[in-house]
């Protein structure tokens, strides 16, 4: 008996491991939003993006997609566009938090190939094609399940690191998720960025000479 729990467990963990490797494959063959490292410290970086074009749609806070917002998003790369393209999945998956004045949104990053060619239109309600104009941004990686308390408290760590550096950002913030639903807390790839706001270059003086 002992013997076949031990078997059966065997082959519970191989199917994890199995899975895990998969999710992580699968992932890593995905095209990635470009930006370029211009400083790291730990877990926080900040990086240069450049403009990208996101397919959105609304999106409840904290959902994960399960408000339909994923799907929405989904069907529109498997083809419910005026083209009926099916256009690849990319990572990450952004997740700009909503105010008193805008509704939350999801947006999928639209391949760099795509957005040259010129990018389908929408069939599906809801979904609408955006620019996410860009610019250096103060970012914080980290893991676990993303909801709302772990983002508040990694976004305050990372304002707390860009004021020791008198960095100024944006009053807004936006997060980013690299992985499928299913896949294990620990495992997970996850970001909050904040925008930096641009710095001033100070006005040149000039000099006159007074003859007499």
Known sequence: ??????????IVGLSVFVGLTWTVTAFAGYESAEYEVVEKDGNIEIRKYPDLTLVSTNSETDSEGKDGSFMRLFSYISGANESAQKIAMTTPVFMER???????????????????AGVPKPQGEGVSINKRKGGRFAVIRFSG??????????????????????????????????????????????EVLIRLKEMTPPESTSSSSVTD
Do not use: I
């Open 145 to 190: 399940r993303m909801n709302a308390e772990l983002v508040k408290s990694q976004e305050f760590k990372l304002r707390n690191w860009m004021q020791s550096r008198e960095l100024e950002g944006e009053k807004t913030s936006e997060s980013a998720g690299y992985d499928p639903p299913f896949t294990p807390g620990p495992l997970r790839r996850n």
């Open 1 to 10: 008996m002992r013997k076949q729990m031990f078997y059966l467990w065997g």
């Open 98 to 116: 909503g105010s008193a004045d805008t509704k939350a949104t999801m947006g999928f990053v639209v391949p760099q190939d795509v957005a040259t």
